[in-house]
T-cell receptor
Framework: DQQVKQNSPSLSVQEGRISILNCDYT??????FLWYKKYPAEGPTFLIS?????DKNEDGRFTVFLNKSAKHLSLHIVPSQPGDSAVYFC???????????FGSGTQLTVLP | AAGVIQSPRHLIKEKRETATLKCYPI?????VYWYQQGPGQDPQFLIS???????DKGSIPDRFSAQQFSDYHSELNMSSLELGDSALYFC??????????FGQGTRLTVV
């Protein structure tokens, strides 16, 4: 049973518009959430994270929102750029565990 | 800034051979994770170490073993290799409660 779910396998967005990537989780023990970007045959690159004590974290064009009651988080990329095209993974961590649980990823394509 | 270093980047082995993958975490990181990503699949958690002790175990086959050494580098040993072991193997490191950073991965091909 997947504890971290990314229900959209792919997303296409026009350059300059907003990209919204969604992630749902089921384990209430998760208290730290991360987004990674991955290109083929490369390791995941850390993008942004959020602790469960916050509901928003912003870093440049990237903003992550956390809705704990809904067990939902999202990554907003504004404005989207063609170089943002990659697979985006949502991951979750519980404070005492040493295991990052990944979602299945969303392929983002930003069209010029 | 120093990143997570994995070696080798590419490895080709025959069936039933043994492979050893190495991971050098970011300095002062106390946790190392190993992940396996097969073609078209999500990264699957294999095993993690905290302060040189095994911390969590995921879907790691019995043919695989791993350890973390006194200098915090970690090695993943894979024996009796099978064709299905062909994958990208990622190592990540973190310190408690912070982001995990990944290495570039080792691409293992079993022929």
């Amino acid at each position: 049973d997947q504890q971290v779910k990314q229900n959209s396998p792919s997303l296409s967005v026009q350059e300059g518009r907003i990209s919204i990537l969604n992630c749902d989780y089921t384990n209430s023990m998760f208290d730290y959430f991360l987004w990674y970007k991955k290109y083929p045959a490369e390791g995941p690159t850390f993008l942004i994270s959020i602790s469960s004590i916050k509901d928003k974290n912003e870093d440049g064009r990237f903003t992550v929102f956390l809705n704990k009651s809904a067990k939902h988080l999202s990554l907003h990329i504004v404005p989207s750029q063609p170089g943002d095209s990659a697979v985006y993974f949502c991951a979750a961590l519980s404070g005492s565990a040493r295991q990052l649980t990944f979602g299945s990823g969303t392929q983002l394509t930003v069209l010029p | 800034a120093a990143g997570v270093i994995q070696s080798p980047r590419h490895l080709i082995k025959e069936k039933r051979e043994t492979a050893t993958l190495k991971c050098y975490p970011i300095p002062r990181h106390d946790t190392v994770y190993w992940y396996q990503q097969g073609p078209g699949q999500d990264p699957q958690f294999l095993i993690s170490f905290y302060e040189k002790m095994q911390s969590d175990k995921g879907s790691i086959p019995d043919r695989f073993s791993a350890q973390q050494f006194s200098d915090y580098h970690s090695e993943l040993n894979m024996s009796s290799l099978e064709l299905g072991d062909s994958a990208l193997y990622f190592c990540a490191s973190s310190s408690l409660g912070s982001e995990a950073f990944f290495g570039q991965g080792t691409r293992l091909t079993v022929v």
